[in-house]
């Protein structure tokens, strides 16, 4: 496989999982919703799912948020030094890994906050068999 055919695979199971993970998160945070008592309040296990799923989607956002700002903040530094130098913007530009660090680091916590808030609905209801 060449390297371009290996991030073309990558970036299509972190597209699809990101995808699919939205309509988990509706799901959770759904799931959630059906065990709210009576007197509005939440489960306390419930309660920490339904944190992590507004977790998730707070990341969520952050990552395209962060991905977008960080890349147009350099992205017209990088114009500014070629327009000066060459008096164009047509050209190679070579960025940095480090741009896209917060944006990675945004799609693994709402990953993990996903799969936790499953785990604590989870958690409630082996409890819930348990009495």
Known sequence: MKNQELWESYKDYTKNLTEFSRKL???????????????????????????????????????????????????????????????????????PVWLDYPSYTMWWIKTISLLSSFLFIGFHLFQLNLK
Do not use: S
């Open 25 to 95: 998160g509706f799901g959770a945070a759904a799931i959630c919703w059906l065990f709210k008592t009576n007197d509005n309040t939440f489960p306390p296990l419930i309660l920490a799912g339904l944190g992590f799923a507004v977790l998730y989607f707070a990341c969520d956002i952050m990552q395209f948020f962060l991905g977008a700002i960080l890349i147009r903040v350099w992205t017209r530094m990088e114009e500014k030094k070629k327009w000066e130098k060459h008096k164009t913007l047509e050209g190679e530009y070579n960025k």
